[in-house]
């Protein structure tokens, strides 16, 4: 169903050359666009995660499934739309432990009535989860204790705080792949057969083609960005904590849930918690660096604390449903439930 998206490509560049004026079509239609080749970029990695166990799959399902994310917000930080960088950053946090995680459980509580999956991996999950909302708090409250920061040492805290996150993230990949794997073991074994397999070359080249034209797009979807969201009467945050990381959760959302389906709750959990850790520790940092060399200044790492707030309450939440090491679909609706309370204040509310 999402390979019917692909006609926006084109609809997308038509619009690009021909209408260059109608902004909010140029970005709906890329926005659009982006979504098959975000799922593109899943179903091709499901190809490489196969030849692998339940830990594995989950780290590459989401290190590709954030690419989609990761693509737009360089292509943000080239425009200087700093706030919409971090919002997308937040975003993509609370769209994978909220909707990515609440809709698997849903869909997949819908078919068994209880499922159960690894709280070991799980609770390390979350604590690494832990880090990734304290490393958020610190830098805000530093902003907002003083009241007038020096930019540069702003500056400074950013990339000393974004050092220790990397470091961190690497230590956790040697802890679950390396070390440890024993702990990360999954239920089950083998590829979702959600669609006929794929040889390894026709997946490195659906990556590699999927990539290309998602940077493709997020460029045009930057570039309509701020006058699109003027035109519609939405605010800059809205898009950036909800409609850019729906979009570029496509990927995440379509694995996650065939897997919740199949009753592969490691996978699912793997995928939705360790996106949302992988963006914390991995795609935030990589920013703040990749952003004194792209952009017109380099960005600080002082969020809003009303989207700190957000994550922290994703987090308590999450804590919750995922500590019995079972679910269900009730759970699921209350993630669902979150999440949706999250968009209305903030659509309201901006």
Request: glycine share 8%.
């Amino acid at each position: 169903m999402l390979n019917c998206l692909l006609i926006f490509i084109p609809v997308t560049v038509l619009l690009e050359l021909f209408a260059p004026e109608q902004h909010s079509w140029i970005f709906i239609a890329a926005a659009t666009a982006i979504v098959p080749l975000a799922g593109w970029l899943g179903y091709a990695t499901e190809e490489l995660a196969s030849r692998t166990g339940e830990g594995v799959g989950g780290l590459l399902n989401a290190t590709f499934g954030n690419a989609a994310e990761l693509i737009i917000a360089v292509a943000a930080l080239r425009q200087g739309l700093y706030e919409v960088v971090k919002a997308s950053v937040v975003g993509s946090i609370l769209g994978n432990l909220l909707l990515v995680m609440g809709a698997a459980m849903l869909a997949g509580g819908l078919k068994f009535n209880q499922q159960r999956f690894n709280v070991t991996a799980t609770r390390s999950q979350n604590s690494m989860m832990t880090l990734a909302v304290v490393s958020l708090m610190i830098p805000a409250g530093y902003h907002a204790a003083l009241k007038s920061p020096a930019e540069i040492s702003e500056v400074y805290l950013a990339v000393a705080i974004s050092v220790v996150l990397l470091v961190c993230y690497g230590l956790n990949l040697v802890f679950a792949l390396i070390t440890h794997t024993h702990l990360f073991a999954g239920t089950q074994e083998g590829p979702i057969d959600y669609h006929a397999p794929w040889s390894l070359r026709r997946a490195m080249l659906a990556l590699a083609g999927a990539t290309g034209l998602i940077a493709w797009m997020s460029e045009i979807l930057v570039t309509a960005l701020t006058p699109a969201t003027q035109e519609l009467g939405l605010n800059s945050t809205f898009v950036g904590l909800f409609v850019v990381a729906i979009v570029g959760n496509a990927a995440e959302h379509s694995t996650a849930i065939v897997a919740a389906r199949k009753n592969r709750m490691d996978l699912s959990l793997g995928i939705a918690i360790g996106s949302s850790v992988q963006m914390a520790l991995f795609v935030a940092p990589l920013l703040i660096l990749a952003s004194m060399f792209v952009g017109p200044r380099p960005m600080d790492m002082a969020f809003n604390p009303g989207l700190v707030l957000f994550v922290f309450l994703a987090m308590l939440i999450t804590f919750q449903v995922t500590g019995d090491g079972e679910s269900n679909w009730l759970e699921g609706v209350q993630l669902l439930a979150v999440y949706l309370i999250l968009a209305m204040v903030t659509f309201l509310g901006g």
